[in-house]
C-alpha cells in the first residue's frame, strides 16, 4: 500500500457521524462570521460559510473566496440535520476524481479546531 492508499483508507474508516452537537457549534460559529476553509490561490478544497442572504455554503472553495455551486441550505434547521448526520468518511470524496479524493477536506478534527476558534477570518 502506498501513503495515499494508507491516507485515503482511514480517512474511509472514520464513519463517525459528527452528531447534533458539533453541527449546532460548527453553525454558530458561521452565524458569527467565522470562515471553514483555506485561503490560498487556486483549488483550496472544500469550505463552509454564512451568506449576506442568511444561507450556509457547503462546497469547492477556489483562491479563497469562490464557491464553486456550493450546496445552499436556507435554514439553520436544514444544515444542521445534514452535518449532523455526516462523517470523516463521508465528507472525504472518496468517489470523486483521484486529485479530490482526501484533498483539503472538512473532517472531524478541522471541525473541532473550528469550534475553537478565537476570531473570524
Not at 455554503?57 to 449532523?84: A, C, H, M, T
Not at 482526501?102 to 478541522?110: A, D, H, L, S
Amino acid at each position: 500500500m502506498t501513503n495515499s492508499e494508507d491516507f485515503l483508507s482511514v480517512l474511509e474508516s472514520d464513519t463517525e457521524v459528527f452528531g447534533t452537537e458539533i453541527a449546532e457549534q460548527v453553525a454558530d460559529k458561521l452565524e458569527k462570521g467565522f470562515f471553514l476553509g483555506y485561503r490560498h490561490r487556486d483549488y483550496c478544497g472544500m469550505a463552509m460559510s454564512y451568506s449576506a442572504e442568511q444561507h450556509f455554503l457547503y462546497g469547492e472553495l477556489y483562491d479563497g473566496i469562490d464557491f464553486s455551486f456550493p450546496q445552499v441550505f436556507k435554514s439553520r434547521n436544514s444544515f444542521v440535520e445534514w452535518l449532523s448526520s455526516q462523517s470523516t468518511a463521508s465528507l472525504a470524496r472518496l468517489d470523486a476524481n483521484e486529485f479530490y479524493q482526501g484533498n483539503q477536506i472538512i473532517t472531524r478534527k478541522r471541525l473541532l479546531e473550528f469550534i475553537n476558534e478565537r476570531s473570524p477570518v
